[in-house]
Nanobody, 123 residues
Framework: QVQLVESGGGLVQAGGSLRLSCAAS????????MGWYRQAPGKQRELVATIVRNGYKNDGPKYADSVKGRFTVSRGNAQNTVYLQMNSLKPEDTAVYYC?????????????WGQGTQVTVSS
Protein backbone atom coordinates (compact mmCIF):
# COMPACT_ATOMS: atom_id res chain seq x y z
CA GLN A 1 0.00 0.00 0.00
CA VAL A 2 1.39 3.39 -0.97
CA GLN A 3 1.50 6.14 1.62
CA LEU A 4 2.57 9.75 1.15
CA VAL A 5 3.99 11.85 3.96
CA GLU A 6 4.38 15.60 3.54
CA SER A 7 6.39 18.12 5.51
CA GLY A 8 7.49 21.71 5.27
CA GLY A 9 4.34 23.80 5.52
CA GLY A 10 4.01 26.77 7.81
CA LEU A 11 3.46 30.50 8.13
CA VAL A 12 5.47 32.93 6.05
CA GLN A 13 5.21 36.58 5.11
CA ALA A 14 4.40 37.65 1.57
CA GLY A 15 7.52 37.54 -0.58
CA GLY A 16 9.03 34.75 1.46
CA SER A 17 9.86 31.16 0.58
CA LEU A 18 8.93 27.68 1.73
CA ARG A 19 9.95 24.22 0.61
CA LEU A 20 7.55 21.30 0.79
CA SER A 21 8.73 17.70 0.80
CA CYS A 22 6.85 14.47 0.22
CA ALA A 23 8.09 10.91 0.57
CA ALA A 24 6.25 7.91 -0.83
CA SER A 25 6.45 4.47 0.74
CA UNK A 26 5.48 1.34 -1.14
CA UNK A 27 6.05 0.45 -4.77
CA UNK A 28 6.04 3.04 -7.53
CA UNK A 29 5.40 2.09 -11.13
CA UNK A 30 8.16 2.78 -13.65
CA UNK A 31 5.99 5.47 -15.16
CA UNK A 32 4.41 7.60 -12.48
CA UNK A 33 3.43 11.15 -11.72
CA MET A 34 4.21 12.94 -8.48
CA GLY A 35 3.40 16.48 -7.56
CA TRP A 36 1.29 18.89 -5.61
CA TYR A 37 -2.27 20.11 -5.48
CA ARG A 38 -3.76 22.71 -3.15
CA GLN A 39 -7.12 23.61 -1.73
CA ALA A 40 -8.01 26.98 -0.30
CA PRO A 41 -11.04 27.46 1.95
CA GLY A 42 -14.26 27.41 -0.05
CA LYS A 43 -12.47 26.45 -3.25
CA GLN A 44 -11.92 23.26 -5.19
CA ARG A 45 -8.65 21.41 -5.09
CA GLU A 46 -6.42 22.57 -7.92
CA LEU A 47 -3.21 21.44 -9.55
CA VAL A 48 -0.06 23.29 -8.52
CA ALA A 49 2.73 21.32 -10.18
CA THR A 50 3.46 17.78 -11.29
CA ILE A 51 6.42 15.94 -12.75
CA VAL A 52 6.45 12.62 -14.60
CA ARG A 53 8.89 9.83 -13.94
CA ASN A 54 9.31 7.80 -17.13
CA GLY A 55 11.69 4.93 -16.61
CA TYR A 56 15.01 6.47 -15.72
CA LYS A 57 14.23 10.07 -16.53
CA ASN A 58 11.91 12.84 -15.49
CA ASP A 59 9.69 14.45 -18.07
CA GLY A 60 8.78 18.12 -18.23
CA PRO A 61 7.13 19.59 -15.16
CA LYS A 62 3.64 20.99 -15.45
CA TYR A 63 2.65 24.13 -13.53
CA ALA A 64 -0.48 26.07 -12.87
CA ASP A 65 -0.30 29.48 -14.54
CA SER A 66 -0.62 31.17 -11.16
CA VAL A 67 2.66 29.70 -9.89
CA LYS A 68 4.83 29.69 -13.02
CA GLY A 69 8.13 31.42 -12.44
CA ARG A 70 7.72 31.28 -8.66
CA PHE A 71 7.41 27.57 -7.82
CA THR A 72 9.69 24.72 -8.81
CA VAL A 73 8.80 21.04 -8.56
CA SER A 74 11.54 18.42 -8.49
CA ARG A 75 12.08 14.73 -7.78
CA GLY A 76 14.67 13.41 -5.37
CA ASN A 77 17.49 11.09 -6.36
CA ALA A 78 15.62 8.15 -4.86
CA GLN A 79 12.66 9.04 -7.09
CA ASN A 80 10.18 8.30 -4.33
CA THR A 81 10.33 11.90 -3.15
CA VAL A 82 9.01 15.11 -4.60
CA TYR A 83 9.70 18.67 -3.56
CA LEU A 84 8.03 22.00 -4.14
CA GLN A 85 10.19 25.09 -3.78
CA MET A 86 7.90 28.08 -3.38
CA ASN A 87 9.37 31.55 -3.78
CA SER A 88 7.81 35.00 -3.88
CA LEU A 89 4.83 33.70 -1.98
CA LYS A 90 1.59 35.65 -2.10
CA PRO A 91 -1.38 35.66 0.28
CA GLU A 92 -3.42 33.94 -2.42
CA ASP A 93 -1.06 30.96 -2.16
CA THR A 94 -2.55 30.24 1.26
CA ALA A 95 -4.04 26.74 1.16
CA VAL A 96 -3.65 23.17 2.28
CA TYR A 97 -1.10 21.58 -0.04
CA TYR A 98 -1.50 17.90 -0.88
CA CYS A 99 1.14 15.59 -2.22
CA UNK A 100 -0.07 13.48 -5.15
CA UNK A 101 1.10 10.26 -6.73
CA UNK A 102 -0.32 8.44 -9.71
CA UNK A 103 0.89 4.91 -10.40
CA UNK A 104 0.13 3.12 -13.63
CA UNK A 105 -0.04 -0.67 -13.74
CA UNK A 106 -1.11 -2.41 -16.97
CA UNK A 107 -2.86 0.72 -18.13
CA UNK A 108 -4.82 1.18 -14.91
CA UNK A 109 -4.12 4.37 -12.99
CA UNK A 110 -4.09 4.55 -9.22
CA UNK A 111 -4.19 7.89 -7.40
CA UNK A 112 -2.83 8.52 -3.93
CA TRP A 113 -2.93 11.60 -1.71
CA GLY A 114 -1.04 12.79 1.30
CA GLN A 115 -2.74 14.11 4.40
CA GLY A 116 -2.04 17.72 3.48
CA THR A 117 0.15 20.44 4.93
CA GLN A 118 -1.01 23.98 5.66
CA VAL A 119 0.73 26.92 3.99
CA THR A 120 -0.28 30.34 5.23
CA VAL A 121 1.09 33.52 3.64
CA SER A 122 0.48 36.72 5.57
CA SER A 123 0.31 40.11 3.89
Amino acid sequence: QVQLVESGGGLVQAGGSLRLSCAASGTLSSINIMGWYRQAPGKQRELVATIVRNGYKNDGPKYADSVKGRFTVSRGNAQNTVYLQMNSLKPEDTAVYYCYLQNSWSGVKYDYWGQGTQVTVSS
